[in-house]
């Protein structure tokens, strides 16, 4: 069956856990970095693709907070290849108008990569085509303990009252200040689960789970979550009756 996708009913956020590079790589008797590089060739070319959807907000899961966890060969590996990323896809970013926006503790990250991360995020900043939001030592009961921090902080300063704390106060405190919601939420791999991701974001998002791991996500892979995606819907706590009317 052809899939044809409706450029008018395409999310606005999607949002994507690139899950399975390791075991992409194993399956074919490699090491697993081999994945994690083959992985960016599939990031470049969802990219792409989002950016001729005409798709405004991609946020990309690329490593969480436990992911500090893994062994510090790979972990730096990640970041070599994170620089690497960054410096070659620069100049692409500018002339397709993509704006990178990084989330997540970027403190704690080598000051290599977070200059990096500066750098182009600077440099990008007026670009209003594509928001890529990148999640790099993210966790969203980390981004959540933050903001209510945050939040407490200034009701204790009195720059503003207890009653004025509601959801539009806590989205402003997130790391995603800027972003809609997410409408579709990918994950690769067969895993079903979030892994700490965007907790508060995905409230009423779509979820898509598909076997196939992330250096095999490719445009194909893409059209089928958004094919999916445009034959469900979306009630939002109402009947099926008031959202056809
Ligand atoms: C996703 O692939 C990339 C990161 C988490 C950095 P994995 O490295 O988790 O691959 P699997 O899940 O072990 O196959
Ligand atoms: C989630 O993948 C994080 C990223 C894709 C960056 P993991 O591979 O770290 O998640 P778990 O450990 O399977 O839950
Ligand atoms: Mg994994």
Redesign the pocket.
């Known amino acids: 069956m052809k899939k044809n996708i409706d450029k008018y009913k395409l999310p606005k956020h999607l949002a994507i856990?690139?899950?399975g590079n390791g075991r992409w790589a194993e399956k074919k008797g490699l090491k697993r970095i081999l994945g994690h590089t083959n992985g960016v060739d599939s990031v470049k070319e969802i990219v792409e693709e989002v950016l001729n959807l005409g798709i405004p907000y991609l946020t990309l899961?690329?490593?969480?907070t436990?992911?500090w966890n893994r062994p510090k060969k790979e972990i730096g590996t990640l970041m070599n290849l994170l620089i690497k990323s960054l410096r070659s896809e620069f100049e692409k970013l500018l002339e397709n108008n993509i704006r990178l926006n990084a989330i997540g503790d970027i403190s704690a990250l080598p000051k290599s990569v977070q200059n990096e991360i500066n750098h182009v995020s600077e440099k990008t900043k007026n670009n209003t085509k594509l928001v890529l939001t990148i999640a790099l030592s993210y966790g969203a009961r980390e981004e959540l303990e933050n903001a209510i921090k945050n939040i407490l902080r200034e009701v204790k300063n009195n720059t503003i009252s207890m009653e004025k704390v509601d959801q539009s106060i806590i989205n402003k405190h997130l790391y995603t200040r800027n972003l809609p919601d997410v409408d579709l939420l990918i994950r690769t791999s067969g895993?079903k689960?979030i892994?700490n991701f965007l907790l508060w974001q995905i409230a009423y998002a779509e979820l898509y789970f598909t076997k196939v791991y992330w250096p095999d996500f490719r445009k194909k892979e893409l059209h089928n979550a958004l094919f999916n995606y445009q034959n469900r819907e979306r009630r939002f706590g109402k009947t099926s009756k008031q959202i056809n009317i």
């Open positions: 856990i690139m899950d899961y690329a490593f969480s436990d992911n895993e689960r892994s």
